[in-house]
């Protein structure tokens, strides 16, 4: 089955009115339905699903599209991987082979099968060796953890994970694409040995890669898989498969920084907590979060270095539009030893004293009151969502002592300097205004596809100016009769599928009127282009009265045309 015909089928066995219902709180308003967006904050609902076109769109964030769009970036999946999911939603048997088109898919799809029969591999080994067992019981972790985590461990051998694989069939070549061996003068050898291992899986309970730490002082103490078509470190984090269902129940994620932090707040009952693999906080943790929750908690040691990684997460944190509090453990405990030490209660406290993260900010500056502030107000700037970064600044003048006002008008100054520095780079900010008889026309086309033959008879695609509203025509003529709407969403970037669902939701227009809208517009167009030759020519002759008079002419021939 194709695509999109698979993807037909899909919506007409899931209502997307009905299956956003189960991510977000929706009420009828008028023909459609309205709630509060998922994927921005808002305190006024703003995102509107379609039950007759089945499509979404917020006019607060521009998110839109149609029920694959929605569940690709609330789950953040592929085209393909929503496919599947929409699939088993809907009750559809897919084969391996409606995917063999997609590369990606395939080599993601073969890394998880054979990480797997890797994971039972080292797992199996775990309980064959007595020292990695006596080192995981001394660590506190239990035999319900060991089965929880998958937890295993990579023997004292140059190459056993090698040869058991090629037992299993599996080639030198998956075998390196996987991130499981590598080529050295003396051949192959495993990446893995004598370390205990964590299994790192995605949000669909796939093994994406592997981490493991040394159960003496050799270095490194932690290494991860490298980076394969399956796995990318600065998006994956540790236990986001578990803890996912607990992060939305709490709405906050507890963000530690290690393995065993992670594993032993979950032994202790504290389920939502997550940590990255041995990196900083990054822009692909936080989007994968996003679709959980905006609020996250980060737990750091008390020392500078803890002090500083939780300022610099902080940074990241507001660039994303995350709420934040902060704890700082006691200098030289970490979750894990906290945890062991004083056991759930005193740490349930620490998360019910935790710090704002303006709290943190200002307590652990060394700078003086002023300084502090022109700390933190770039910080609040970089906020997108303007009602968090209001509450934000409202608690900086509680603490500082500084008018709210002042506040206000410092962070304006700062985006101003930005919004101008973005729009020195690019025009594209105004494009919509300039060209609105461009989305105008692509709406009527939206609204009334038997209006395309028309509309393409009397328009040239290279005299649009809207790269994106281009592409859209350049799709929409190439799809021929075998137009439809859910077509052209399918194969939409995400910038098109935003312009696609506002426009489906608000065409802009009356459709009564919709031929008097559509000739006005090519009208416009067709003065756009005379007035831009009328100008180069000009430009060349400035002198030549009878071009101008010609062209006046010409130009009065057009309108009059035109009106006809």
């Known amino acids: 089955m194709k695509a999109e015909r698979l993807l037909e089928e899909i919506k007409s066995k899931i209502d997307i009115v009905e299956f956003i219902s189960d991510f977000v709180n929706l009420k009828k308003a008028g023909q459609n339905y309205k709630g509060l967006c998922p994927f921005h904050s808002e305190k006024t ?3 509107i699903v379609s039950p007759v076109k089945q499509i979404f769109h917020c006019f607060g964030c521009g998110s839109g599209g ?14 393909y991987e929503a496919l599947q999911y929409l699939a088993k939603k809907a009750g559809i048997k897919l084969t391996e082979m409606e995917y063999a088109k997609d590369s990606a898919y395939k080599k993601s799809n073969q890394i998880y099968k054979i990480n797997e029969i890797v994971s039972r591999f080292f797992t199996k080994n775990l309980f064959d060796s007595e020292n990695a067992l006596k080192y995981i019981t001394n660590r506190g972790i239990t035999k319900d953890s060991i089965s929880k985590f998958n937890i295993g461990y990579a023997p004292d051998s140059r190459n056993s994970l090698f040869i058991f694989l090629k037992k299993q069939n599996i080639t030198e070549n998956q075998m390196l694409e996987a991130g499981l061996i590598v080529r050295d003068n003396q051949g192959f050898r495993d990446i893995f040995r004598k370390r205990i291992i964590f299994p790192i ?3 669909k309970n796939d093994i994406v890669a592997f981490g493991g730490r040394v159960m003496d002082n050799t270095m490194p103490k932690y290494l991860n898989s490298p980076e394969t078509p399956a796995f990318k470190k600065s998006d994956n984090l540790f236990a986001v498969n578990i803890a996912k269902d607990y992060i939305r129940k709490n709405d906050c994620a507890i963000i530690v920084e290690g393995y065993m932090d992670t594993i032993i707040c979950h032994q202790f009952g504290i389920n939502n907590v997550v940590a990255p693999l041995g990196t900083a906080l990054t822009y692909g943790h936080l989007q994968k979060l996003k679709v959980l929750t905006r609020n996250v908690l980060l737990v750091f040691d008390g020392d500078e270095a803890g002090i500083s990684a939780a300022r610099r997460a902080l940074n990241t944190v507001f660039e994303n539009d ?7 453990l006691t200098s030289g405990d970490d979750p894990d030893s906290f945890l062991r030490k004083n056991g759930e209660q005193k740490f349930r406290e620490s998360i019910d004293n935790a710090l704002s993260a303006i709290e943190f900010l200002f307590k652990t500056s060394k700078n003086t009151r002023t300084e502090k502030v022109r700390e933190i107000i770039p910080m609040i700037a970089n906020i997108k969502d303007h009602i968090l970064a209001d509450e934000l600044l409202s608690e900086l003048a509680d603490r500082s002592g500084i008018h709210e006002n002042l506040l ?4 304006e100054k700062i985006r101003n300097k930005k919004i101008n520095q973005i729009y020195t780079k ?27 033959p028309y509309i393409l008879s009397r328009l040239e695609i290279n005299d649009l ?15 021929g009769s075998g ?11 995400d910038d098109e599928k935003v312009l696609i669902s506002e426009l489906l939701i608000n065409p802009g227009f009356d459709i009564q009127l919709i031929d008097e809208n559509i000739k006005d517009c090519l009208l416009r167009i067709e003065q756009r282009k005379f007035d831009e030759r009328r100008i180069n020519e000009l430009t060349r002759k400035p002198d030549d009265v009878k071009l101008h008079n010609l062209m006046l002419k010409e130009k009065r021939k057009l309108i009059r045309g035109n009106a006809k």
């Open 465 to 479: 100016k809207d790269e994106i509203i281009k592409s859209l025509f350049s799709k929409i003529k190439k799809y």
């Open 322 to 328: 995350f709420r934040a509090k902060v704890i700082i």
């Open 45 to 47: 609902p703003s995102f």
């Open 201 to 203: 899986l995605n949000m």
């Open 483 to 493: 137009f439809n709407t859910d077509r052209l969403l399918s194969e939409a970037n």
């Open 66 to 79: 149609d029920i694959v769009s929605f569940i690709m970036k609330q789950e953040n999946l592929s085209f």
């Open 408 to 411: 206000r008008s410092e962070t």
């Open 426 to 452: 690019t025009s594209s900010y105004a494009q919509k205004t300039i060209y609105a008889e461009e989305e105008l026309l692509l709406s009527a086309i939206l609204s009334a596809p038997d209006k395309i």
